[in-house]
């Protein structure tokens, strides 16, 4: 069975070392916000939450998906907004946001790195 169909995510290289991802949708109740109310939260967060918030939600806008922490940290590092991509870096980050409420955990699947069962973390945008 190829990774592609076994996993959420593909982490195949294309030829400009981007990873290409096969998206799984973000559950419904994830929703947006207005932009005001997300720039107050955001200025409220330590500037390692506001990296992690940054890497997250632009994970989130180009796959349409919620990333495992293993996923979004070495997104992040492949992509110059961290400096390594040590699994540690987001982890205390991603407890913090999630026990304010502004990020949540959904339902587990496989991680493409590690093919472990884990959480991915998606920003919570509202709730429906």
């Not at 400009?16 to 720039?39: I, N």
């Not at 982890?91 to 409420?101: E, I, K, N, Q, S």
Request: hydrophobic content about 40%.
């Amino acid at each position: 069975m190829s990774a592609q169909a076994q996993f959420p995510f593909s982490d195949e290289l294309t030829n400009t070392g981007e990873l290409v991802f096969t998206p799984t949708p973000v559950p419904s109740g994830v929703t947006f916000v207005s932009r005001q109310a997300y720039a107050v939260i955001y200025a409220t967060l330590a500037k390692r939450e506001q990296t992690f918030l940054d890497a997250l939600d632009d994970f989130m806008s180009k796959h349409q998906a919620a990333p495992t922490l293993l996923e979004l940290t070495k997104w992040a590092a492949n992509h110059g907004l961290i400096p390594d991509a040590d699994p540690n870096f987001f982890r205390p980050r991603a407890t913090a946001l999630v026990d304010r409420g502004v990020c949540r955990y959904l339902d587990s699947r496989p991680c493409t790195y590690s093919a472990k069962m884990a959480r991915p973390i998606a920003i919570c945008r509202g709730e429906k």
